[in-house]
């Protein structure tokens, strides 16, 4: 059974940090395409990055690029998202996905002063 798990948020004041792990279970995470969403109140879920499951490359929606990176630890079975220069927008519930589908959980981001 496919499993994943995010955790890392909480509250934060903008132009802060925070990392997001996100542990796979009944899977590599090295075998699929793997990607983070982020929901705010009231809206849709947004793509936020895509870690490709072969070359490792990296993709990121406009509205986080140059201030989140994705990573994996294959090791570790887990997928990361670090968050700098964090902004009142950017608060939500951050998951991850694969690219079949699959998700679990997310954990709140909180950016406020």
């Known amino acids: 059974e496919v499993q994943l798990q995010a955790s890392g948020g909480g509250s934060v004041q903008p132009g802060g940090s925070l990392r997001l792990s996100c542990v796979a279970d009944g899977f590599t995470v090295d075998s699929f395409d793997m990607r983070w969403f982020r929901q705010a109140p009231g809206q849709g879920p947004e793509w936020v990055s895509t870690l490709t499951r072969s070359t490792g490359r990296t993709y990121y929606a406009d509205s986080v690029k140059g201030r989140f990176t994705i990573s994996r630890d294959n090791a570790k079975n887990t997928l990361y998202l670090q968050m700098g220069s964090l902004k009142p927008e950017d608060t939500a519930v951050y998951y991850c996905?694969?690219?079949?589908?699959?998700r679990g959980p997310g954990t709140q981001v909180t950016v406020s002063s």
């Open positions: 996905a694969t690219d079949e589908g699959h």
